[in-house]
T-cell receptor
Framework: GAVVSQHPSRVICKSGTSVKIECRSL??????MFWYRQFPKQSLMLMAT?????????EQGVEKDKFLINHASLTLSTLTVTSAHPEDSSFYIC??????????????FGPGTRLTVL | RKEVEQDPGPFNVPEGATVAFNCTYS??????FFWYRQDCRKEPKLLMS???SGNEDGRFTAQLNRASQYISLLIRDSKLSDSATYLC???????????????FGKGTLLTVNP
C-alpha cells in the first residue's frame, strides 16, 4: 500500500519559535496533500489543501500567514507553524492523495506529528 | 445538524460480541463514504470504503443508505485487537461543488474486553 511519512514525530518547543513539519509520499507521487489538526478527544479538522506547484487552499478560520505550506515537489509538502503558541499544541497529520489507487479519492495518512508548545 | 455525526460511545463489549456503529451525514451531494480506525495517539487508517450496495470484508460489514443519509459498520466476532476509535468519514463537495474534501466524525471508541 501507499506509504506516507512525517517528520518529526514529536516536537516540543518554546513559545514564539517556528516549527517545520515535513510530509513525504514514499512510493507514489502526490499532486495533492492535505494537512489536518486534531485536538484531544476531537475529530480531525482539515486545515488546508496543498497542491504541488501552486498556493495552498486554506479552510475558513485557518491563518495562512501562521501556517505556511509549501508543496515544492510531487513527494514533499511542508507545514511551518510560525511563532507557535501553547494553543497551537496539537496532533498535526498530513495525508496524500494517490491518483493511482483504485478509488479516485483515497487519502493515505502520515503517522502524525505531536506538537507541544511550552 | 453536524456534518458527520456518530454514536458518542464509548462501547465496551466482550470478545466475540457483535457491535454496530451508526453515522449520519448532512450533505446529500456526498459521493464517497469510509470507515477509518484510529488507535490511541496514531494516525487514522482506512478500514473500508462504503458502497451503496453494501460491502463486506471478513468480519466487517458496511452499509450505506443514501435516502436516509446513514452509514453503518458492523463488526462480528469482535477481537481484542479491534479496540480503537472508529471514524465515519464522508467526502463533501466544497461550496463550488467541484472539489471534495474528507469530513471526519468525532469517532466512537470501542473497547473489546477479554
Amino acid at each position: 500500500g501507499a506509504v506516507v511519512s512525517q517528520h518529526p514525530s514529536r516536537v516540543i518547543c518554546k513559545s514564539g519559535t517556528s516549527v517545520k513539519i515535513e510530509c513525504r509520499s514514499l512510493d507514489f507521487q502526490a499532486t495533492t496533500m492535505f494537512w489536518y489538526r486534531q485536538f484531544p478527544k476531537q475529530s480531525l479538522m482539515l486545515m488546508a489543501t496543498s497542491n504541488e506547484g501552486s498556493k495552498a487552499t486554506y479552510e475558513q478560520g485557518v491563518e495562512k500567514d501562521k501556517f505556511l505550506i509549501n508543496h515544492a515537489s510531487l513527494t514533499l509538502s511542508t507545514l511551518t507553524v510560525t511563532s507557535a503558541h501553547p494553543e497551537d499544541s496539537s496532533f498535526y497529520i498530513c495525508s496524500a492523495l494517490n491518483p493511482y489507487s483504485g478509488g479516485t479519492d483515497t487519502q493515505y495518512f502520515g503517522p502524525g506529528t505531536r506538537l507541544t508548545v511550552l | 445538524r453536524k456534518e458527520v455525526e456518530q454514536d458518542p460511545g464509548p462501547f465496551n463489549v466482550p470478545e466475540g460480541a457483535t457491535v454496530a456503529f451508526n453515522c449520519t451525514y448532512s450533505n446529500s451531494a456526498s459521493q464517497s463514504f469510509f470507515w477509518y480506525r484510529q488507535d490511541c495517539r496514531k494516525e487514522p487508517k482506512l478500514l473500508m470504503s462504503v458502497y451503496s450496495s453494501g460491502n463486506e470484508d471478513g468480519r466487517f460489514t458496511a452499509q450505506l443508505n443514501r435516502a436516509s443519509q446513514y452509514i453503518s459498520l458492523l463488526i462480528r466476532d469482535s477481537k481484542l485487537s479491534d479496540s480503537a476509535t472508529y471514524l465515519c468519514v464522508v467526502n463533501f463537495p466544497d461550496s463550488g461543488g467541484s472539489n471534495y474534501k474528507l469530513t471526519f466524525g468525532k469517532g466512537t471508541l470501542l473497547t473489546v474486553n477479554p
